[in-house]
């Protein structure tokens, strides 16, 4: 079975730095679009960021771009996301998964659990 663990979350102040880690079980991230997105407590999801296997391509979403970095490990099977100077309004339950094709895919149908990130002082 296809599986994702997110792990990396956790309790940080203002402007501090984490990494979350996408682990990919029982398949590779060859061929897919591998996303980024969190949801805080009484907002929509948001979709923050991509990175297409074909390419390597990335996309970002305005809120945090120039702050989030989005990159793959192929020899790890891993995706992760590196956060830096993080802002309270970072404050979500983060997810990642997969699509086919590029980024954005039509559909994102394989979720982990997600990781949740906290920014407070």
């Known amino acids: 079975q296809a599986h994702l663990v997110e792990s990396g979350g956790g309790l940080v102040q203002p402007g501090m730095s984490l990494r979350l880690s996408c682990a990919a079980s029982?398949?590779?991230?060859?061929?897919?679009?591998i996303g980024w997105l969190r949801q805080a407590p009484g907002k929509t999801r948001e979709a923050i960021s991509c990175i297409s296997s074909n390419d390597g391509s990335t996309d970002y979403a305005d809120s945090v771009k120039g702050r989030f970095t989005i990159f793959r490990d192929t020899a790890n099977n891993t995706v992760y996301l590196q956060m830096n100077n993080l802002e309270p309004e970072d404050t979500a339950l983060y997810y990642c998964?997969?699509?086919?094709?590029?980024?954005?895919?039509?559909?994102?149908?394989?979720w982990g659990r997600g990781t949740q990130v906290t920014v407070s002082s």
């Open positions: 029982g398949f590779t991230f060859d061929y897919y679009a």
């Open positions: 998964a997969t699509g086919h094709g590029s980024c954005p895919p039509y559909e994102y149908d394989n």
